[in-house]
């Protein structure tokens, strides 16, 4: 590996990494889409801060970009409090509309600039090391690592020094609220740490790919864990394999490093939402077909109770009968009526099914709890 | 008036207004049942999953005809809304969530199958870049009749299954009770949904097509409070916003098309938000002004009306102070004077006191009387 | 199977995630009677009439009505479901939403029309709402809302009415125009099944009660089932406050 891939492949790991710790909340407290319209609209802070400093390194871009993504929210809630429009239309009004004021000037005005339409949406993470920080002539390396890098540490210290806060508004703003945290202050803080980071990750993987980094690994990671700081790890080693295997991929298929990550933070979602151990669809399937067994099995029993002693009870204790009231396939209900006897809960007599006792202490405890 | 010359005339301007108009009209019709479902963002969505299916369709056939790779977006957006369910049933991620994952996952994809076709040694993928923000310019009349064609069946199945999508969006279970088969409608919907979608994205391009189908709905609303009437105006709303767009975006150098329609479809709905009759804001600005001043005038010609019950004779001065005084404060109390005296109901007096006139005095009276009979 | 029953319910189980919400239930329910479903929250009330209507899947059981499996009977049953079951910001009028009863019985592609309107009206009279034809839904008041979904119930012309909660947070005057029109469907042969929520309102305004908490505790004529003792069974011990509206101690 040469130095320049190694710097990118940090450089994608610190994006990444910066993308997703954030981004936990942003899945925990529904506000996905919210960040998808933020991570589009700081493209129009970042072209109207450019216009004023006409830089592209400028540190005005950052708060050019925090401010926008305030002002994406605020613009939102406006709309939507003026109960004429809902809230998900809200979103989908304002930041289509920013966003194209920012892809129209950047066509017209600033053509001949390093921001033209397509890197927008691309980045330009295979181009990161090569412009470097130099104060003073010394190099320091990637500017795009100590501005990202401080963005992590940023994220991190702002989700460090607020954890409480952060976990009871999301968890339980009527309780924040009740014990004196703004749940409205802590709203308006945490997307600017999401516009400010989805500003610095803009330099490597352009805007919409950023929702990918942001959202995709906590959602994984959601699916395997319920204690808030585990999801917070598990989220940021998702990030950081994304970027591994994603840089390689796009290095294999000569292709954007950044759509690449995209993929593969979605390919590890896909997997964790197929296996992940409790969640998972596959041992959710699992888990449900012998549910399946097990409550059918103290159907019967709370059937053949319920009509123990009743007029109906020689019909409605015949095996062919529960194909027809309990909607039994026949080897179902054969089956299932193999189980309990073996469980000792029914025995057969003359073709009729009778609980034993153990079947009807089962009945009884299902049907008072 | 120049361009609708140049529109009978210009074979590529009017070939981009047909286009882009169809597209609009199509969008607005579905979008109107989006919005009004809550399912704005699916439209997003859908459209960023289209973009991998747009690039795969190209490298699998070679071809760049506008069918093929409409086909192609479909079936993506298609299997990426599958995903977007299959997520929420299956797991507790929750559907905004599902919605971001697909988006921009697929879209990625869609960045790294088009990264890589620009690699390839045949310089024809040339063209496939211009769907991510979409050039009105490159449609052909060939590409028209796809859009019209496809948008023309969307439409029609609007109107056959018009009593279906209705309940669908108004109340599904009353709808299943009836007999009538909602989840099928459902996909059906989903499908029309897909197709007025895909029609527009070598338009309006893949990232803000989108807006295509909320704006026109959104601003539809505004004016009209009829299913029927808003599916009408929403499309109507949309080829209008296709058409100024696109023609705008046709006839000036370096003004993607996607942007310029998307602009001037959220212009549509902020001037339907302040100006349509009822709804709009403007309005209701100045009906609250109003029924403000109303109140003001009512409540201090009482106050004025107290005060001279005080006195032997009714039309005694008193001066501004203690009216703001009774007023608890409040502001505004000279301009309500003044409006009382444009009515000749108060009149100001030397040394700037205030007193009913006469007629100010039977007015005050006639007002307490209706208000003790209401009460 | 009792041919004479306007429904039948037999061993009806659903479950939602494994965990039971209805078990076994069992209920006839004669023709001609206004029937009412009581039980604590959680009892599985409105699971009940929605396992009846087919819209949540059951884990066992079958539904007869008037005999005949439901599936095959739709156009007898007539749902009315809670009012905020509904976006009422919808753009429609009320004429519409009634005309919405029949959009079964028009089947596909056909429009409504001059007959739709006649006999949407008709129900609109019913329940005393003609004047609102033409208002937008969410300018309605609770009760206009409810008297509105009652509208569109009445013109399919059902046999059945299934009803949730019909008389949740309406007021009195909707009350008693409410019932005045399910009285008329019962001298009319029809029968009405209503999740209630009032329990002091069960003896004066039904004639037949079904007292249920993820099982049947009892079901029959009001008269007989609705005692002290199958109402404490049925909530728990905790019996809300009756005003004397129980009858006492039946065996």
């Known amino acids: ?369 | 008036m120049n361009l609708f010359r140049e529109l009978f005339f210009d074979y590529t301007l009017r070939t981009v207004a047909l286009g882009a108009g169809s597209l609009g009209a199509v969008s607005g019709t579905l979008g109107a049942f989006a919005v009004l479902r809550r399912q704005s963002l699916l439209g997003d969505a859908i459209s960023h999953a289209a973009l991998p299916g747009i690039v795969l369709a190209f490298l699998l056939t070679g071809s760049k005809n506008t069918l093929v790779l409409v086909l192609g977006a479909a079936v993506a957006g298609w299997i990426g809304m599958l995903f977007v369910l299959s997520v929420v049933r299956g797991s507790r991620i929750p559907s905004d969530s599902a919605l971001g994952i697909v988006l921009s996952v697929f879209f990625g994809l869609g960045l790294v199958l088009l990264t890589y076709t620009q690699r390839l040694p045949t310089a024809s993928q040339a063209g496939l870049d211009t769907f991510l923000f979409g050039q009105a310019a490159t449609l052909l009349m060939r590409d028209v009749a796809v859009i019209a064609g496809l948008g023309a069946v969307a439409v029609m199945a609007v109107a056959v299954f018009w009593k279906e999508f209705k309940l669908l969006s108004f109340d599904p279970e009353f709808g299943a009770t009836l007999g009538v088969p909602m989840r099928s409608m459902e996909i059906v919907l989903t499908t029309v949904l897909v197709v007025a979608i895909v029609i527009g994205l070598q338009t309006v391009g893949v990232v803000l097509m989108s807006a295509m189908v909320v704006a026109p709905a959104a601003a539809a609303r505004q004016w009209t409070n009829r299913l029927g009437r808003m599916v009408l105006l929403s499309a109507l709303f949309g080829a209008a916003a296709g058409v100024s767009g696109a023609l705008i975006s046709a006839s000036t150098r370096n003004l993607p098309t996607g942007p310029t329609i998307v602009l001037a479809a959220t212009v549509i709905v902020a001037l339907s938000m302040a100006f349509a009759p009822e709804r709009g804001l403007v309005w209701a600005g100045i009906r609250r002004r109003r029924s403000r001043r109303a109140i003001q005038v009512d409540a201090v010609l009482e106050d004025l009306f107290a005060l001279a019950q005080q006195h032997e004779d009714g039309t005694h001065g008193h001066p501004v102070a203690v009216l703001e005084a009774m007023s608890g404060g409040r502001t505004g109390v000279e301009a309500t004077l003044r409006v009382l005296e444009s009515r000749r109901l108060a009149r100001r007096l030397p040394d700037d006191a205030w007193a009913l006139t006469p007629e100010g005095l039977r007015e005050a009276e006639a007002r307490r009387s209706t208000r003790s009979s209401t009460a | 199977m009792n041919a004479g029953a306007a429904i039948e319910v037999n061993d009806l189980t659903v479950a939602y995630r494994e965990q039971p919400v209805l078990w076994d239930v069992d209920m006839t329910v004669p023709q001609g009677v206004l029937a009412a479903i009581v039980g604590p929250n959680g009892a599985g009330k409105t699971t009940l009439i929605k396992a009846i209507l087919g819209l949540i899947p059951k884990a066992a059981g079958e539904i007869l009505i008037h005999g005949q499996p439901y599936a095959e009977q739709r156009r007898l049953v007539a749902y009315v479901p809670q009012r905020g079951s509904v976006d009422w910001d919808f753009p429609t009028n009320v004429l519409d939403v009634v005309m919405m009863g029949r959009y079964g019985a028009l089947g596909w592609v056909r429009r409504a029309g001059r007959r739709e309107r006649e006999h949407a009206m008709a129900a609109l009279e019913k329940v005393d709402m003609v004047s609102f034809a033409d208002r937008q839904i969410s300018q309605l008041s609770g009760g206009q809302q409810q008297r509105v979904f009652l509208a569109r119930a009445l013109v399919q012309d059902a046999r059945v009415y299934l009803m949730d909660e019909p008389f949740q947070g309406v007021d009195a005057k909707t009350e008693r125009a409410i019932v005045t029109v399910l009285q008329a469907l019962r001298a009319a042969g029809d029968t009405v099944v209503a999740v209630h929520h009032a329990l002091q309102t069960v003896p004066e305004y039904f004639d037949w009660v079904m007292l249920l908490n993820v099982r049947r505790v009892a079901a029959g004529a009001v008269a007989e089932v609705f005692t002290d003792e199958n109402l404490r069974t049925t909530y728990g011990g905790r019996v809300p406050f009756l005003n004397g509206a129980v009858v006492e101690g039946a065996a």
């Open chain 1, 1 to 369: 590996m040469t130095p320049i891939e190694i710097e990118i492949q940090v450089i994608a790991i610190v994006v990444s990494v910066a993308c997703a710790l954030p981004g936990v909340f942003l899945v925990l407290r529904r506000m996905a889409l919210m960040s998808d319209a933020i991570t589009h609209t700081v493209l129009l802070g970042i072209v109207l801060a450019f216009f004023i400093v006409e830089s592209l390194s400028s540190p005005l871009l950052l708060f050019g970009a925090a401010a926008m993504g305030v002002l994406t929210i605020t613009l939102v809630e406006a709309v939507r409090r003026t109960g004429l429009v809902r809230e998900d239309a809200s979103i989908g009004l304002v930041f289509p509309a920013l966003f194209s004021i920012a892809v129209i000037l950047i066509a017209r005005f600033a053509g001949n600039v390093h921001l033209d339409t397509d890197a927008v949406l691309l980045g330009e993470l295979a181009f990161a090391p090569f412009r470097r920080l130099r104060p003073g002539g010394i190099d320091l390396g990637p500017r795009a690592l100590w501005v990202m890098g401080g963005i992590l540490l940023f994220d991190l210290l702002f989700i460090i020094v607020f954890f409480k806060e952060l976990k009871i508004t999301t968890f339980d703003p009527a309780l924040a609220a009740a014990l004196g945290f703004s749940p409205i202050v802590m709203h308006y803080a945490f997307m600017s740490i999401v516009s400010i980071t989805a500003v610095g990750a803009f330099d490597a993987v352009g805007s919409v790919l950023v929702v990918a980094l942001m959202i995709a690994p906590p959602a994984a990671a959601y699916l395997l864990s319920d204690r808030l700081w585990v999801v917070l790890l598990l989220s940021a080693l998702f990030a950081a394999l994304a970027a591994l295997t994603g840089f390689w991929a796009a290095w294999l298929a000569d292709a954007s490093i950044a759509g690449s990550m995209a993929t593969m933070a979605g390919i590890f979602f896909l997997l964790a939402f197929l296996l992940a151990p409790e969640r998972g669809v596959v041992a959710g399937a699992r888990r449900r077909a012998r549910q399946r067994i097990a409550f059918a099995q103290l159907m019967l029993a709370i059937h053949l109770f319920n009509h123990e002693d009743t007029p109906e009870a020689e019909e409605e204790s015949r095996v062919e009968h529960l194909g027809r009231h309990l909607r039994w396939r026949p080897d179902f209900a054969r089956r299932i009526v193999r189980r309990a006897v073996a469980a000792d809960w029914v025995h057969r007599v003359n073709g009729r099914l009778g609980l034993t006792d153990r079947g009807r202490d089962a009945a009884r405890t299902a049907l008072a709890g």
